[in-house]
């Protein structure tokens, strides 16, 4: 998809092209009428040197001399060409020039009228004719009249208006790259501020900064005060959730544990079915403060480096799991990201290492890589984390996968921790799955993708 300031060149780029079209052919067009009018100005002069070098004979008949002020009219193929008729049709004089050429002598007009246009010399040639009556008298008041035609070869005209058309493109031409180029520029430096703010919010994005600087025109002002409004808003409402919500589970904890202590120490049948009850009841608090502790998808937090989350949780898990002597094989690249809150990457890792330690017999393995598009703004990571344990009963497997993060169809066996792996995962669009190995022992395999999130912002960072 093209960017803005593209789509804005080209549409300008359009209406650039299509008004100079219209000009160049709207002047093409002019000029193309100028030059017809110049050349029938042109042989209206040639008809006036005619009549200035004739005269009348004793027998009443105009003659033109062989010596013309126009040399043209004495050379063959010169392209100009001249005649003189009466009104019997018969040709009274025609230049040296018109041997050859069929031009009409026969065309009678009434004195003092004229007619230009285009007419065929028998050649195939087209020529520009214009035809010219007089009434000439003799010294006794006799009138013969006369119809003097001079003709020129159209090629002449279409030369020239070739040139001009050829020098007017060109000119046109190199008027519109310079206008584009301009263009261009105007557009670069007008959109310079958008493009500013575009950078600095993927600056946010990304955790170099808190929030926009606000130094912007005043046409824009108004958006980078509603863009920080709404970031200190985010982060504001995240914290009062969290904060809620580990507030209602702590003033819940401690009532609970006073009903336990008295329970426990009057041991019958109905306080061991309220004892399993304030369990279930103790474990959902416990899993809505693992929940309070988690943020979820955010697009203004800094990116979490993976491989230092996962180095500082295996060093705390290798001195509780010590006696184990458990070998870690880790194959994640240092320059992976997890783009959240980095409290969820610790849940995360912290659960899942914690349950392949407890699993395993002497071997966990953990990888990771990125998920979807590496060029996009916020690519996303693939964990699998593997023991080499006893590994877990499919119809466990699928019933895990199967109920999402409800706590109150939680599994004993799997504990509150895995749960709140998969409310995470699930609050990031990604997904949990569980695979036993071959070999023995599980496979616990998270992939977060924001590139398969409806309505994710998949757009590879664009730069103007």
Not at 193 to 215: F, N, Q, S, W
Request: net charge negative; proline share 3%.
């Amino acid at each position: 998809m093209l960017s803005l300031r593209n789509r804005l060149l080209l549409a300008a780029t359009l209406v650039l092209a299509a008004f100079l079209g219209l000009t160049g052919f709207a002047l093409d067009r002019a000029f193309q009428s100028s030059a017809e009018a110049g050349l029938r100005d042109a042989l209206q002069a040639q008809i006036y040197g005619l009549l200035a070098a004739g005269d009348l004979d004793d027998a009443g008949q105009l003659v033109i001399p062989d010596a013309l002020p126009e040399s043209r009219f004495g050379s063959p193929g010169s392209g100009l060409y001249g005649l003189v008729a009466n009104n019997d049709g018969g040709v009274v004089w025609r230049s040296q020039s018109s041997v050859g050429r069929a031009i009409a002598d026969d065309v009678v007009l009434p004195p003092g009228s004229s007619r230009f246009g285009e007419e065929q010399d028998g050649v195939e040639n087209t020529l520009y004719a214009l035809r010219f009556a007089v009434s000439w008298q003799d010294i006794d008041g006799n009138a013969s009249d006369f119809t003097i035609t001079v003709a020129e070869d159209r090629r002449r005209l279409i030369a020239q208006v070739e040139t001009f058309r050829r020098n007017l493109w060109l000119w046109l031409g190199a008027a519109a790259l310079v206008l584009v180029a301009v263009q261009g520029t105007i557009l670069r430096w007008g959109l310079a501020p958008l493009t500013a703010i575009a950078d600095e919010l993927a600056d946010v994005e990304a955790g170099r900064k808190a929030a926009l600087t606000e130094t912007y025109p005043k046409e824009l002002q108004g958006l980078a005060y509603n863009i920080n409004t709404f970031i200190r808003n985010e982060r504001e409402n995240l914290d009062r959730h969290r904060n809620t919500l580990g507030d209602l589970a702590h003033s819940l904890k401690t009532p609970l544990a006073v009903l336990r202590s008295l329970f426990e120490s009057d041991v019958d049948a109905k306080s061991t079915s309220a004892q399993e009850q304030i369990d279930r009841m103790t474990g959902i608090v416990d899993y809505q403060l693992r929940r309070a502790a988690t943020s979820g998808k955010s697009t203004l937090l800094t990116p979490v480096s993976v491989h230092d989350t996962v180095d500082k949780v295996l060093a705390s898990l290798q001195k509780v799991y010590a006696d184990k002597s458990v070998t870690v094989d880790i194959d994640v690249p240092e320059q992976l990201q997890f783009f959240g809150e980095r409290g969820d990457l610790f849940e995360i890792l912290g659960n899942l290492l914690d349950n392949a330690f407890k699993l395993c017999r002497y071997r966990v393995a953990i990888s990771g890589r990125v998920a979807g598009n590496v060029h996009q703004r916020r690519p996303g990571v693939c964990l699998s984390i593997s023991d080499d344990g006893p590994g877990v009963p499919e119809q466990m497997i699928n019933e895990i996968t199967a109920r999402g993060v409800r706590a109150s169809k939680q599994s004993p066996g799997q504990g509150i921790g895995l749960a709140v792996v998969t409310d995470i995962v699930a609050s990031y669009g990604g997904r949990l799955a569980i695979a036993n190995r071959e070999a023995g022992g599980t496979v616990f395999t998270i992939t977060i993708d924001p590139t398969s999130i409806a309505g994710a912002d998949n757009s590879p960072r664009m730069r103007s």
